[in-house]
Antibody, heavy 117, light 110 residues
Framework: EVQLVESGGGLVKPGGSLSLSCAAS????????MTWVRQAPGKGLEWLGH??????????DYAAPVKGRFTISRDDSKNTLYLQMTNLKTEDTAVYYC????????WGQGTLVTVSS | QAGLTQPPSVSKGLRQTATLTCTGD????????AAWLQQHQGHPPKLLSY???NRPSGISERFSASRSGNTASLTITGLQPEDEADYYC???????????FGGGTKLTVL
C-alpha cells in the first residue's frame, strides 16, 4: 500500500525558514516523480513543484510564486522527499501535501505550516 | 500564475448526472490534457482521472473524463451522496513549465 507521511510543519515567523519531509513507502520511490502541493485555509490547490526521478535527470520545476525561495530535493536511499522553504511570508500559510507523480497520483495527509508573527 | 477556469459550484439531484468543466488554453488542457481530483472536506485529494480519461484502479466507472479543444470535462453519472465534494482539474502548462490547477468546483448533491 502506498503511504506518504509529511512532517515538519509548525508555526514560523515571517522571514523564517522551515523544512518539510515526506516519508514514502509501498512503492519504488526512486522510480517516481514526486510533487509538493499546498492548500491555504479555505482555498484551492496550488502546485509548488516537482522533482523527477534520477533516470529522468533528477531535475526540478517550480511554480513562479515560490521559485528561488523553495527547494525540492530527494534522498532515494531514505525514500524521503524534502521541501526547504526560506523567506516565508504570511501567504505561505497552508497545508502542504506531497504526492506521487507530476499530477498527484497518491497523496499524503498533509502537514500544516503557519506563518505568523 | 495563470490557472484553469472551473465553475465555483454545481448542484444536481440524487441519481442525476453532473458534468463539471475546466477551461484552459492551447498550452495546457488543449495540449497536455487534464487530470481530475476529488477532495472531501478535511481529507487530501484523490486522483479520479489522468490524461483525459484514464482512471486509476479502484475509481468507479461512474466517473468519466473527456476533452474538447481547450476544455476538459468530468461527467459523474448516478450521483450519490458521497459524491458531494470539491473537484479540481489540473494540467501541465508547457509555456510556464509548471502544473496549473483550476480553482475547484463544489458539487452539491441535492
Amino acid at each position: 500500500e502506498v503511504q506518504l507521511v509529511e512532517s515538519g510543519g509548525g508555526l514560523v515567523k515571517p522571514g523564517g525558514s522551515l523544512s518539510l519531509s515526506c516519508a514514502a513507502s509501498g512503492f519504488t520511490f526512486s522510480s517516481a516523480w514526486m510533487t509538493w502541493v499546498r492548500q491555504a485555509p479555505g482555498k484551492g490547490l496550488e502546485w509548488l513543484g516537482h522533482i523527477k526521478r534520477k533516470t529522468d535527470g533528477g531535475t526540478t520545476d517550480y511554480a513562479a510564486p515560490v521559485k528561488g525561495r523553495f527547494t525540492i530535493s530527494r534522498d532515494d536511499s531514505k525514500n524521503t522527499l524534502y521541501l526547504q522553504m526560506t523567506n516565508l511570508k504570511t501567504e505561505d500559510t497552508a497545508v502542504y501535501y506531497c504526492a506521487t507523480g507530476s499530477g498527484g497520483d497518491r497523496w499524503g495527509q498533509g502537514t500544516l505550516v503557519t506563518v505568523s508573527s | 500564475q495563470a490557472g484553469l477556469t472551473q465553475p465555483p459550484s454545481v448542484s444536481k439531484g440524487l441519481r442525476q448526472t453532473a458534468t463539471l468543466t475546466c477551461t484552459g488554453d492551447s498550452n495546457n488542457v488543449g495540449n497536455q490534457g487534464a487530470a481530475w481530483l476529488q477532495q472531501h472536506q478535511g481529507h487530501p485529494p484523490k486522483l479520479l482521472s489522468y490524461s483525459n480519461n484514464n482512471r486509476p484502479s479502484g475509481i468507479s466507472e461512474r466517473f468519466s473524463a473527456s476533452r474538447s479543444g481547450n476544455t476538459a470535462s468530468l461527467t459523474i453519472t448516478g450521483l450519490q451522496p458521497e459524491d458531494e465534494a470539491d473537484y479540481y482539474c489540473s494540467a501541465w502548462d508547457s509555456s510556464l513549465s509548471a502544473r496549473v490547477f483550476g480553482g475547484g468546483t463544489k458539487l452539491t448533491v441535492l
